[in-house]
């Protein structure tokens, strides 16, 4: 406690005094209202700078919660968007093998125009051997559509194979870049025959062997190949390939060389068959012994 | 005075000032923030309440007058008003002063909330009662007690922070004596 005197000043003249001051302010207030307004303004204007402060700071830090928040309801949609994508780039690829299909058909017709003193049915490929190379494959078109054994198969730009085994609903194909095969080819310039055959190993690189060309055959890298006269399956002038890397081979005194396929291998889903039957040379015995079942 | 307690006496006074500015301003700024139910902490009834509580009805008196003064101008029709209504507030609550302790801290809630429901009523009839509206019970269930009970849960840490405040000034200024 401080020594000093002091003029004490006891509660109740306080209060006294205090509430006398705002009566005294609420008679002003109330008979002069319009003179106040110059208080309100400057003492308004002194306080709203800071009020605007703690609003842009409140307004900037609550963005970051809502941020914060919304991360995870973006979380959330972000899932189910991906999974939205993903429908839909299945449902893309469905309609690209669609536009595929489309191009092939609208080759294949185009093709149709070029061999057309052929017949030919078209078909597709349900079925394809584990790799990516149809090898083996099999066909929807069978003996119901008049397909047999035999029957040459094309596609796009060329030979693809031949009918091997024919069912009622479906055909078994063997392409010509199988191992198995053997195809009679002839180079469309120089009517120099060769024998196309295909090989497993030359099938990841995407080619065939040509052989036995005659050794004094003019033929150069990029030559076409087509089905020859004296192919005993194969009807003939149907196009194979392009012939590469031609070299001489000792041991049998002829040329050879790699064929690349005129037939994009990798990707063939639709195909021709021509359902003429190569007419059998009497004087040579077929290259190999088709099976005709009839399946029901 | 001499000229050490006068000194700390301005600056308990700027102190105040600055304390009814900032909390009047967070009060009206905020509320978009953290308000709850509608109801928004009443800053300056804890700050008066508060001041009175450790400092006397002198105090509590003058802080309630300016603050509600502050109001008044700011949003009352009738400036008066509200600075009467805080004044009493801030005087009433001085007279605790004589219980105070420095530790105790569930008291200053008591008052605030006694404060806080006194500020309510009496607003309720100025603005309500005078006017025809004698639904009470409504806007005590929907109004008051919402208020009240958000100004006593933050009147925990703002009664702290003022008593720190308080506190450390004490401390310095009686640190001779």
Known sequence: ?296 | MNKRSKYFLLLRILIYFVEVIVFYVLQSSLYRFFNLAGAMPNLLIILVVSSAYMRGWITGMTLGFFSGLLVDILFGNIIGVYAMIMMLIGYLTGFANRIYSKDDFTLPLVFTAVADFLYQFLYYVFEFLLRGKLDFSYYFRKIILPEIIYTVAASILVYKLLHMINHALDRNEFKEE
Request: overall charge negative; aromatic content about 8%; proline content about 3%.
């Open chain 1, 1 to 296: 406690m401080r020594r000093r005197e002091k003029i004490r000043l006891r509660p109740k003249h306080g209060l006294i005094i205090g509430l006398v001051v705002c009566l005294v302010l609420i008679l002003i207030s109330f008979r002069f209202n319009k003179y106040l307004y110059p208080v309100r303004n400057a003492v308004g204007s002194a306080i709203t700078p800071m009020q605007k402060g703690i609003n842009i700071i409140g307004t900037y830090i609550s963005d970051g919660l809502a941020t914060l928040k919304s991360i995870e309801e973006l979380a959330e949609e972000n899932k189910r968007l991906k999974e939205q994508v993903d429908i839909l780039s299945y449902e893309n690829k469905l309609l690209l093998q669609n536009k595929y299909e489309l191009d092939e058909l609208r080759e294949l017709y185009k093709l149709d125009q070029k061999y057309i003193d052929y017949p030919k049915v078209a078909a597709r490929i349900i079925d394809k051997d584990t790799n990516n190379w149809y090898n083996v494959f099999t066909i929807d078109k069978g003996t119901r559509d008049g397909l047999s054994a035999g029957m040459n198969v094309i596609a796009g730009d060329g030979l693809v194979g031949i009918i091997t085994e024919c069912y009622y609903n479906h055909s078994k194909v063997r392409a010509i870049i199988d191992d198995k095969s053997a195809v009679w080819g002839m180079f469309l310039k120089t009517s120099d025959t060769c024998v196309v055959q295909g090989d497993l190993k030359l099938m990841e690189e995407g080619k065939l062997r040509v052989e036995f060309i005659s050794k004094d055959a003019e033929v150069e890298e990029g030559y076409e190949i087509v089905t020859a006269h004296t192919s005993p399956n194969f009807l003939e002038g149907i196009l194979i390939g392009y012939v590469t890397g031609i070299e001489l081979d000792p041991s049998t005194m002829t040329k050879k060389g790699y064929l690349i396929p005129a037939v994009d291998f990798e990707r063939l889903s639709e195909v021709l068959i021509i359902t003429e039957l190569k007419e059998p040379l009497l004087t040579e015995p077929p290259e190999e012994v088709s099976e005709n079942e009839q399946e029901k």
